[in-house]
């Protein structure tokens, strides 16, 4: 992959929003390990997807749980842009944080700047990107559990034949873990049949899907079930199937989840039936709890894995739920998670 080379305006640009909040740094943790005891402690976010709910939540997660922690956050924003990741990693370095974390990216453009920064003495933890480093934990979200949860219940819904639509982009990690269930599942039952694959991740995925669902669903009238393996693609093709008067003709089958998610999937006529997800913002935080227990250093398990629940419409229905708020009220497994826990670790506040 090349970069494409920055003027000194744009990476003045990229600078500028990089102070850390507050004029001073964090008070020390009561019995926690060095450096957290002391206080002054500096970790970075750097995402890589800026687009949906569920990005915001991850962060707000992390915000929380760094809180908690009495570390200072920097948020790096993502761009869906590789080259400006890489410069958003070595401007965290230079800032002098403890740690890193990693949410989303292309694995081949981050490798040698992740070694950059370990080789710097930072810590890195990687959420839904495989950077293939051992040093680095990787937190996901069991995407394997999510997707097979997804067809279970599309196979329960509609049978094991059907004409299928698929939301898909190769490269990213989630997605082809998601993607791998999904070729065992169509190997399993051949009387479903791919009628088309489609999907796109920019700054507005889910606009972008629905003009591709769109041009799908016309040429493919008989298609009647979508898994779309993401909830932009989902909140596209639900938006794509409204326009063309579909809705009542098709059932989406998605994963992850947002309170916008939630009242999109119980509105009336919705053709969103269901979804698989863990709650985004415990994923920040344990991402925040697995780089802590780093720079403290302690051992922390190569792979953190947040365990997801299935969330149909009817189940939202019934039970009333229209916020991720009400869902983790109602549904308290949905809210909690003993990833990279350590008895010094302040849990953030629910």
Known sequence: ?????????????????????????AAGLAGAPAPFDQGGVKFALVGYISAGDFFSAVQAGAKAQSAALGVDLQVFPGRQDSAEQRLQIEQAINLGVKAIVIDHGEPEALRDVVQKALDAGVKVVAFDVNIDNPAVPQVEQSDHELARLALEQAAKDNGTSFTAGYAYVAGFAPLDRRNEVWQAFKKANPGVVEKAQFG??????????????????????????????????????????????????????????STADIQEIVADGSPWVATVATNPALVGAAAIR????????????????????????????????????????KLPSFNESDVALAPWIPVASK
């Not at 970069?3 to 640009?13: D, L, N, Q, V």
């Not at 302690?298 to 916020?323: F, M």
């Open 290 to 329: 697995a780089a802590a227990k780093l720079v403290a250093g302690e051992a922390v398990d190569h792979n953190l894995v947040i365990k997801p629940t299935l969330l149909t419409q009817a189940g939202l229905r019934e039970a009333g739920v229209t916020t991720i708020e009400e869902l983790a009220a």
């Open 1 to 25: 992959m090349s970069f494409i080379a920055r003027t000194a305006a744009s990476t003045a640009a990229l600078l500028a929003p990089l102070l850390f909040a507050g004029a001073s740094l």
């Open 200 to 257: 796109v991740v920019n700054a507005t995925t889910a606009l972008s899907t629905s003009d591709q669902a769109k041009a799908v669903l016309r040429a493919n009238p008989d298609i009647s079930v979508v898994f779309a393996p993401y909830d932009e693609f989902a909140r596209g093709v639900k938006l794509a199937a409204t326009e063309l008067g579909v809705a009542d003709k098709l059932k989406i089958y998605s994963a992850d989840v």
